[in-house]
């Protein structure tokens, strides 16, 4: 009675995997959709809608200035109220600082302990340490890989990967700010996040590069501006 109770429940969950598995191999998630996969191809969906949301705006900005009933005042304080907000292209002397992961092995430099898997990549603080000193160093506009920064945007890391304005980015990292050379480097030199940073460039061999470049023309930014939990003043 209990052998033919055995073969009995066997038989149900042979049955019900057939059923599930509809011919297909259960044992793998060959078939199944992986998390980054879907990541990167909402990453590229979204540089799409980007650049569909720049060219309306073109067409919008286009109508608008052939009637608008506005003055000269206004159109310069609308002109201003632009390149701060990051929607206009901003040109100039600049630097770009390029973050990266250490060499595959890497190993310690002599007089420093074994690294750990933390201390051989890039973090979101690392990151979020250059950009904040770049604006206390009077950047007149920042891009980060090839999105310009707004007042909105969100410097994010999961694992090491940069999550930013709903797109996906792999090391290395380039930041690219627009001002005055001498400042920007000055402000990178006088962050203690840095100096910190640079203890481990030392150590276990990240990545830290700073350039310079007589002119450059960072692009405005092309996202949606709208709010979706903060609400404008007055």
Request: charged residues 20%; contains cysteine.
């Amino acid at each position: 009675m209990l052998s033919a109770a055995v073969f009995a429940l066997a038989g149900l969950i042979f049955v019900t995997s057939f059923n599930t598995a509809k011919g297909t191999n259960i044992r793998t998630d060959a078939s199944l959709l992986k998390l980054s996969d879907l990541i990167q191809q909402r990453s590229h969906k979204n540089a799409e809608l980007d650049q569909s949301t720049a060219a309306v705006r073109d067409d919008v900005d286009s109508l608008a200035q052939r009637d608008n009933g506005s003055t000269k005042a206004q159109d310069q304080q609308l002109a201003a109220l632009k390149d701060a907000a990051g929607t206009e292209k901003v040109t100039g002397k600049a630097v770009t600082v390029t973050l990266n992961d250490a060499p595959p092995n890497a190993t310690a430099a002599p007089g420093y302990p074994a690294p750990q898997a933390n201390d051989l990549v890039i973090h979101q603080q690392d990151l979020q340490a250059v950009v904040n000193a770049l604006w206390q160093g009077g950047a007149e506009g920042i891009q980060v890989m090839d999105q310009r920064l707004i007042s909105t945007s969100a410097v994010r890391c999961v694992g090491n990967t940069l999550i930013l304005q709903g797109r996906v980015y792999s090391p290395p990292y380039k930041i690219t700010a627009v001002g005055d050379t001498g400042k920007l480097r000055g402000a990178l030199a006088a962050s203690p996040a840095i100096q910190n940073y640079q203890l481990y460039v030392k150590a276990y061999g990240l990545g830290w590069k700073v350039d310079e470049h007589r002119a450059m023309t960072l692009p405005g930014y092309s996202g949606t501006v709208d709010l979706h939990y903060a609400k404008p003043v007055g």
